[in-house]
């Protein structure tokens, strides 16, 4: 009896093992990151990463089949490697990795971020720093009633160590959109949460939380901004900027 009990033990486990090199987002019989393992050895972050591939496919599904969609399929593709990268891929721990996954799937935010920090969560040097980006702007001219190109504008943004807090920091930044509109960061504090900075913001008697997760990207230390629920742009800029998706660049 112990012996076929062993047997059906081997074969329930070869039969999962299957399962989940074929139903994850990626072969789990190549995985080789530490995320990529994690994930092919933990049934509820398989469970997770199977949601989120199928939601992925659902929103490409969507795109509209006509030639303007191409732009918004490519920003789905794009937003979907700027996750990966920049949030999932960026998490130390399986905690982490569940709270980008069910943020992700369920289209909300979780506020538990803020647990208590080892030595070996803390940010390294390189999320700090001068981060920034040109991009091109348009000016409306009244006399020709069209936008117009004005050039080249700089949107940047400042992360600076706080003396023997190294999990918190001092954000500035300016960014500059179409029609020479501004929209700042001022002296906000920021405290780290595994993977990312996190700035809130309760002047609008209401809590906007703006995101800024660092990483390497194309060869080069980028800093992407996301803005929870669209609330911190809306308090600061009105309707003319925006934070959500805006990626910098670390200066040397």
Known sequence: MKKLTLTISSILGISLLSTYANSASFDCNKASTWVEKA????????KLDDA???KYRKNLANVPDYEVSKDYKNNVIADQQLWLNFQR??????????REYKEYIEDKTYDDWNDDLSSSDMPDKNAFGEFSKKHQ??????????QENAGMAKNSATINRVNNKPYLSLIEGDLIFDNAHTCGIE???ATWSQNHWVIHDNSQDKDAELRL???PYKGKTQLLLKDINYQFSSGRCGVRGYFDG???EREN
């Open 52 to 54: 989120m591939a199928r």
């Open 137 to 146: 702007i348009s000016i409306y001219n009244p006399e020709t009633n069209r």
């Open 187 to 189: 002296d906000s504090v």
């Open 246 to 248: 805006i990626l910098l």
């Open 39 to 46: 994930i092919c050895k933990s049934p509820e972050l398989f």
């Open 213 to 215: 997760y660092p990483a």
């Open 89 to 98: 891929n960026t998490c130390k721990d399986t905690k982490c990795l569940i």
